[in-house]
């Protein structure tokens, strides 16, 4: 293991300075996350226009440098993205942290790629996987506009 | 006493982690195991096995003269007036949630208290919480102050004519704050309010003495004193176990089972039921050995020389801020290291062989009044040297430096 390989510069630099935190002032559809283990929290505002296509995104949260860079890399490639984009990119996420070794989507451009496979070092870190992929989770159940807090301990 | 002889005893710390040499502090979540109670466990199987309390035959007697032993064992150890006194539980959890439970159904009415510290872990908490509502009881917090104490005047502050038990931490698992429990008891049986001390971090490092403390409840968890888990304790006055309902049925604990009735076993049966952790009360025999041999004054001087170090060093690093700095303190180091959140601290140690806890330690009540989400936290057993203080130095910086770049 090579801790390197997790804490990559681009973690490093979304976990000190995420992008896109803040209370979003026109939203739509919202979601709360939280890990109970570690008390890591992520709340996701969403604004979804009529075309189903997330206009602006923002989040609110406190957490390790995994869950804000995940969180802050995450919320940069969604904008402007349709629904079914956003759940094809969400899947690919979290069966590559779970399993595969490149992201498989072709939405993403070779930068955004880049970018996003930075978080692929968790897979050496089974307790850390859930800080990578809180966020992504979030995200899904801010889409349904969930009542209900996304709970880590539900997921896979 | 030469810890380094101590330590060879642990069979754990002969094994590289990760290709590390383990530095352990992660003590107050749960200690390491000596060889000897390793091996009482695997002779225990081996040779000794069978149920206990019930059978005539020859390793069912010796079975059950070895399980009552280690009551007796446990009895002196933390000199309790009756072995019937010590019931064995399967954690500290349950010896709270029995008495929780048991006391609350008897004793406790709409709109009684309940009171209990900010400094509590969910185990103190939790139990507890269900009479609220099956109960209607109300649970009031005794603050902690800015060095992350309770005082006896905070506890006093917060009792009413209403207040019917007194739940506290002999020692925080985060702070390190001793309570002044003989003290809070004395108060609290002048105005004939029971005490329960939650007793998971005070029992393996604090010499105990039931009779002179005085309260009325004392929980142990016996994984964290050098013992297996899925093994606890509870001591109880015996007025308090004589009045209080049973808490579990089943086997082993009754006098006469009828169809139009039943009536119930005496002490401690009265609180065992079903097939105990046989192995575990056994085996945890030898841990309370395994303190009295090395003394328990012993090691409450060597886990005080070594909390004053790593204080003393960790307030040199700059970047660390300590939670807390009650003036009675147990052996538990929580921090925060500048910039660099606990999880990302424990990680990046765990690849030096440096165990310690992230988190919010099971006490989201003080982390929140604190403001921090989770804390780093190093804490200490018999086996820890100085060395392993200075590792853990190195290692958080780092922690400092990844993050700085």
């Known amino acids: 293991m090579d801790l390197k390989d997790l804490y990559q510069e681009i973690i490093l630099d979304h976990g000190k300075n995420p992008r896109n935190l803040k209370k979003s002032d026109n939203f739509n559809k919202d979601a709360k996350g939280h890990n109970p283990l570690c008390g890591d929290k992520v709340h996701i505002y969403l604004k979804v226009d009529e075309n189903n296509k997330i206009s602006d995104i923002a989040f609110e949260g406190s957490g390790c440098a995994i869950s804000m860079a995940s969180a802050s890399i995450m919320t940069d490639l969604m904008k402007e993205k349709k629904e079914v984009e956003v759940k094809e990119l969400v899947d690919d996420f979290l069966e590559m942290i779970k399993q595969n070794p490149e992201l498989k989507s072709k939405i993403l451009g070779e930068n955004e790629k880049t970018k996003l496979m930075s978080l692929s070092g968790v897979k050496k870190y089974p307790m850390r996987v859930k800080c990578a992929t809180m966020a992504w989770h979030t995200l899904t159940a801010a889409m349904k506009n969930a009542k209900e807090d996304t709970n880590t301990d539900k997921f896979e | ?405």
């Open chain 2, 1 to 405: 006493m030469n810890i380094n002889n101590i330590k060879k005893q642990f069979p754990i710390f002969n094994n590289k982690v990760q290709n590390n040499d383990l530095v352990y502090l992660d003590s107050a979540n749960s200690s390491q195991k000596p060889q000897v109670v390793v091996d009482r466990i695997y002779d225990f199987y081996t040779k000794e096995f069978s149920n206990v309390g019930r059978s005539v035959h020859y390793l069912a007697v010796a079975a059950t003269n070895l399980y009552e032993n280690t009551r007796v064992l446990v009895q002196k150890y933390i000199n309790a007036k009756d072995p019937n006194e010590i019931v064995f539980t399967k954690g500290a959890t349950e010896a709270i949630n029995l008495v929780a439970n048991t006391f609350g159904q008897k004793f406790l009415e709409e709109g009684d208290e309940i009171l209990l510290t900010e400094l509590e872990h969910h185990s103190n908490y939790v139990p507890w919480h269900y009479l609220r509502k099956s109960k209607g009881v109300k649970i009031k917090f005794a603050e902690f102050n800015s060095d992350g104490e309770v005082t006896l005047e905070s506890i006093e502050k917060n009792i009413t004519p209403k207040t019917k038990i007194i739940a506290i931490t002999h020692l925080s698992n985060v702070t390190g704050a001793i309570l002044p429990i003989k003290e809070i008891t004395r108060l609290a049986h002048s105005k004939n309010i029971p005490v329960l001390v939650d007793g998971c971090q005070g029992a393996p490092h604090l010499k105990l003495d039931m009779q002179d403390i005085g309260c009325d409840f004392y929980a142990i968890s016996c994984h964290k004193m050098y013992g297996p888990t899925g093994l606890g304790i509870l001591y109880a006055k015996k007025k308090w176990l004589e009045v209080l309902p049973p808490y579990q049925g089943g086997g082993g604990m009754i006098r006469e089972v009828k169809k139009e009735g039943i009536t119930f076993g005496d002490l401690p049966n009265k609180y065992e039921a079903g097939t105990m952790a046989t192995a575990q009360v056994i085996a945890f025999g030898e841990s309370i050995k395994f303190l009295n041999k090395i003394g328990i004054e012993n090691i409450e001087n060597h886990e005080n020389e070594l909390t004053k170090y790593g204080e003393e060093i960790l307030r040199k690093n700059n970047s660390v801020k300590l939670i807390g700095s009650p003036k009675d303190k147990g052996s538990v180091l929580s921090f925060t290291l500048d910039g660099v959140h606990a999880h990302d601290i424990a990680t990046i140690l765990d690849e030096d062989g440096v165990a310690i806890r992230a988190g919010h330690h099971c006490c989201q009540i003080l982390h929140d009044k604190l403001g921090l989400s989770a804390t780093a936290r190093a804490s200490l057993g018999v086996y820890n040297t100085k060395d392993d203080l200075d590792k853990l130095n190195e290692s958080l910086n780092k922690c400092k430096k990844i993050f700085e770049g």
